[in-house]
């Protein structure tokens, strides 16, 4: 029977996921060592309730989930909700690495870090996650549709960040928002 059990657990898809994850709930606190508190407390009630976890559904889906419905149960416990999300520019800097293991420019950093949650969360999960629209709206609980609305928002933000900058023409980095699609 313990065998049995143990094939049919989800440990080892969450041991495979935990960068993924830790990311997630890092930028979810806005720090690591709140986001490695927040990953824990997720793992230990996902391995608790794996009964839930229904077979066929992507499980980083519902790891992903699970992990965003605990941080707001957290945060509905708060009295000033959204000021428990804050970090200093070097921690929030140090969410974010580039391909090649470097930490992203100043002012891309900054951009994110001035982006909404719930918009950043967009971003993460679009593009560094390759959710699509159905998925992401998904783990956050919302319509496809507001997730496209969202993207549309980081992208006006965007072009106004750059357009202060007085970089030239915005609407050239703004296409890069977009992940290209087979036509």
Known sequence: MQAEEFHDSIRPGLIAMLPRLKRFANLLVGGRKEGTALLRRALLLMLAEQ????????????????????????????ANPMGQAKADDASFAQLFRQEDGEPLDHFTTSFLRSLPPQQRLTLLLVYAERFDHIDAGRVLDVPADAIGARLVRVSASLADRLSARELGPASASVETLYPETAS
């Open 51 to 78: 009964h839930r976890y229904q077979r066929g559904t992507a499980l980083d889906r519902w790891a992903f989930s699970e992990i965003y419905q605990l941080w707001l149960t957290d945060l509905r416990g708060h």
